[in-house]
C-alpha cells in the first residue's frame, strides 16, 4: 500500500515526481504530498484526494526549481485520510522530511519519548516519529541517521528520506514493504513500484529488507543496519511503460479483462517439454522431494485466497495429498500442525502481502518446503520461498484483480499436474486430456470476451440491484466467490457468495423478488446438481443468471439469463467461467459512475497486517 517515488538528478524533481504517483496511485489514493530539498530548507505541499486534486494545488503555487525530491500517494492506516496526516511529514526545524509505507508497530512509545524530549508532533500518524528522530540525529550523515532509525523502529516498513543539510542526497530504507532502485544516467529513482520510473530508466535494483540505500545523482550506495556495503544487484525491467498505461481502453480493469489470453500465453509459455508435458523446472524440487509430501497447504488473501480455493480441489482430485487452505491472516495463529514432509504454497500477486509473507515464514521456521506463486519478480514471497511459480501476468494497474488471478488458476493447475507426475497419481491419458485443455485456455478466453456487449445489456439491468448471491459447486464455488468479491469491490454492492448446497441451511431466507442469483455451472459432475439448487432460488422469485458450458440447453430452462462458456475439463473450466463474472461486476460497476480502478477505502498491494 502507498505509493512511494523519489529523485535525485538534474531535472525538475517535481516534474517527474508528480506522473511518477500518477503511475503508483493504484497503492493508494487518499492523500498525495510532494518535497522538494533545497539548502534553504525543505518545500511541502500536500492535499487529501487524488493527485489530481495535489496537482491543482501546485498549480496555484511558485514552487522551487529543485532537482532533488520525493513524493508519496497514501492509503490511510494511522490517521484519517486529511491533509495533515498526508505525506510527506517533517520535523520540528522543517529541515527533514520523510514518506513512509507500511505500519511502525512501536510508533506510540518513541512518540512518548520524543515528546518527553520537547518534540512537537503535527499529525496523528506513524510515520512523523521517523522525522523527528533524524531531527535528534542531525550530527550524523543523513544515511547512519537512518540506519540507526531502522534499528529501533519495529515492524513493516520502507522509508524515503531527505535533509536540507544534504540537499543532493535522497536516502531510503525497506524492511517488509518493497522499495526498488532506479538506476539512470547523471540520475536516481527510489520507489515502491518500478512504473514510477520506467520512462527514464530500465535498470534497476531491488532494495532487501533491512538495507539502506544512500542515492546521489551518480551513485547507488546500499548498506546493511551497520553500515557494511551490500553489492547492487542491477537488473533489466523486460516490459516497457506501454505495458502500464490504457492504451485506448476507458480504464486499466478492462484493458487488464482483455489482456487475459495474452497473460495467459505468457504464464504457459516454456512450461511444457518437447512432448506437451508439464515440466517446471525453474521451481528446483527435485521429484524425490514433492514425492516426499504427505500433507499441503495453500494460503492468501482476498482474490489470491480464491486461487487457492481452486488449487485445493486441483491439488486434491489430481495427486490425492490431503490439502488444507488458509486465509493467510489466520493461518499461524491457529497453531497449523506442519513439519518437513508439509508442502506450503504461499499466493500473492504483489508478492508482498503482508500476511502471506508472515505465514510462509512460520511454515519455513516449522522446516516445511515453501512454494511461492506470484506476479512480481524478485519480489519478498520470491526471494523468501524455496521455489518460485510466476504467473507473468504483466503489470497490473487496476485495483481489483484480474489477470492476475486467472494467471495464478493456470499457474496452480500447472503445479498440480507437474506434481501428479512426480508422484505418479494419474495416468498419461489424465494428463494429457488436462494439459490439452490447460493449452487451449488462450484462444477459448478470447471467445469469451467476444460475449462483452451481451454481458453490458445484462449488467445494464441490474444498475439499481442492491442484493446479488453468487452460488457454486466444486470448482465453481471459487469462481462464485470471486465473481461476489469483484462486485462489492467495485460496485459497492452486497455480493455474497456461497456454495449452492448450503443455501437451503440458513441463507435462502434471503432470497425473494428483486434479488438477483448468479449460478455458476461448468463442472459436469456437480452441474445438475446446481442446477437443482438454482430451481430452489427461482422458486423463491430469484432472478437467475447462469454461466454454463457451450451446447448445455438445460440451462435455459432454469436461468432467466444465460451466458456459455466454451467446455473445458473440470477444474480447468474456472478460467474461462471467471471472465463472464468480472465483465459483469465491470458493467454494473461503470453503469453506477464508480471510478473501477480506485475503489473505495481498497489499495492494490496491502503490506501492513
Not at 535498470?203 to 533491512?210: F, I, T
Not at 511461492?372 to 497490473?396: C, I, K
Not at 462486485?487 to 448446497?501: D, F, Q
Not at 422458486?539 to 439469463?561: C, L, N, P, Q, T
Amino acid at each position: 500500500m502507498c505509493g512511494i517515488v523519489g529523485y535525485v538528478g538534474s531535472r525538475s524533481a517535481l516534474d517527474l515526481l508528480v506522473p511518477g504517483l500518477e503511475r503508483l496511485e493504484y497503492r493508494g489514493y487518499d492523500s498525495a504530498g510532494v518535497a522538494l530539498a533545497e539548502p534553504e530548507g525543505i518545500r511541502i505541499v500536500r492535499k487529501a484526494g487524488r493527485i489530481a486534486d495535489l496537482e491543482r494545488v501546485l498549480q496555484g503555487e511558485p514552487m522551487p526549481a529543485a532537482t532533488v525530491g520525493m513524493g508519496h500517494t497514501r492509503w490511510a492506516t494511522h490517521g484519517a485520510p486529511t491533509t495533515s496526516n498526508a505525506h510527506p511529514h517533517r520535523d520540528c526545524t522543517g529541515r527533514v522530511a520523510v514518506v513512509h509505507n507500511g505500519i511502525i508497530e512501536n510508533w506510540a512509545e518513541l512518540k512518548a519519548e520524543l515528546v518527553g524530549n520537547g518534540h512537537v508532533f503535527a499529525s496523528d500518524t506513524d510515520t512523523e516519529v521517523v522525522a523527528h528522530l533524524v531531527e535528534e540525529l542531525a550530527d550524523l550523515p543523513l544515511e547512519e541517521a537512518v540506519r540507526q532509525v531502522m534499528r529501533r523502529a519495529e515492524g513493516a516498513l520502507a522509508l524515503v528520506v531527505i535533509r536540507a543539510d544534504e540537499p543532493d542526497v535522497v536516502v531510503g530504507a525497506r524492511r517488509g514493504s518493497p522499495l526498488v532502485v532506479g538506476l539512470g544516467e547523471g540520475e536516481n529513482f527510489l520507489a515502491s513500484d518500478i512504473p514510477a520510473f520506467l520512462a527514464y530508466t530500465r535498470r534497476m535494483a531491488v532494495l532487501e529488507d533491512d538495507r539502506v540505500v544512500r542515492l546521489d545523482a551518480d551513485t547507488a550506495t546500499i548498506t546493511d543496519l551497520d553500515g557494511n556495503p551490500v553489492a547492487v544487484q542491477e537488473r533489466h525491467v523486460e516490459w516497457d511503460l506501454e505495458a502500464a498505461e490504457k492504451g485506448g481502453y476507458p480504464t486499466f480493469m478492462l484493458k487488464e479483462i482483455y489482456e487475459q489470453p495474452q497473460a495467459i500465453a505468457d504464464t504457459l509459455r516454456g512450461r511444457f517439454d518437447q512432448a506437451g508435458r508439464v515440466r517446471l523446472r525453474e521451481l528446483e524440487l527435485s521429484d524425490d522431494v514433492l514425492r516426499a509430501v504427505d500433507k499441503v497447504f495453500v494460503v492468501a488473501c482476498g482474490t489470491s485466497y480464491h486461487a487457492a480455493m481452486m488449487a485445493k480441489y486441483a491439488i486434491e482430485r489430481w495427486t490425492r495429498l490431503p490439502t488444507e487452505i488458509d486465509i493467510a491472516s489466520e493461518f499461524r495463529y491457529r497453531d497449523p500442525v506442519l513439519d518437513d514432509r508439509t508442502l506450503v504454497i504461499g499466493i500473492s500477486q504483489s508478492g508482498e502481502t503482508a500476511d502471506t509473507l508472515a505465514a510462509i515464514r512460520y511454515a519455513k521456521a516449522q522446516g516445511s518446503v515453501v512454494v511461492g506463486v506470484s506476479n512480481v519478480v524478485d519480489s519478498s514471497l520470491a526471494r523468501e520461498a524455496d521455489a518460485v511459480l510466476y504467473t507473468r501476468a504483466g503489470p497490473e494497474i487496476g485495483v481489483a484483480a484480474t489477470k492476475t488471478f486467472t494467471t495464478q488458476l493456470v499457474a496452480l493447475q500447472l503445479f498440480g499436474l507437474h506434481l501428479a507426475r512426480a508422484r505418479g497419481s494419474l495416468d498419461d491419458g489424465a494428463i494429457e486430456l488436462l494439459t490439452s485443455g490447460i493449452r487451449a485456455l488462450p484462444d477459448q478466453v478470447r471467445r469469451v470476451l467476444e460475449l462483452d456487449g451481451e454481458i453490458a445489456e445484462m449488467a445494464s439491468r441490474w444498475a439499481g440491484t442492491r442484493d446479488f448471491f453468487f452460488l457454486g459447486r466444486s470448482g465453481d464455488f471459487p469462481v462464485a466467490m470471486e465473481g461476489a468479491l469483484k462486485l462489492k469491490e467495485i460496485a459497492y454492492v452486497r455480493a455474497e457468495g456461497y456454495p449452492a448446497g448450503e443455501m437451503k441451511h440458513g441463507p435462502i431466507a434471503l432470497i425473494e423478488p428483486g434479488v438477483v442469483v448468479v449460478g455458476v455451472a461448468t463442472d459436469s459432475h456437480v452441474r445438475q446438481k446446481t442446477f437443482a439448487n438454482m430451481e430452489e432460488m427461482r422458486a423463491r422469485g430469484g432472478e437467475i443468471f447462469m454461466v454454463v458450458e457451450e451446447g448445455d440447453e438445460a440451462a435455459r430452462k432454469v436461468a432467466d439469463h444465460a451466458i456459455a462458456v466454451p467446455a473445458a475439463p473440470d477444474l480447468v473450466c474456472t478460467v474461462t467461467a471467471v471472465v463472464p463474472l468480472q465483465l459483469l461486476a465491470y458493467h454494473i460497476a461503470t453503469e453506477r459512475g464508480f471510478d473501477v480502478d480506485k475503489p473505495r477505502n481498497l489499495a492494490k498491494t496491502v503490506t501492513v497486517e
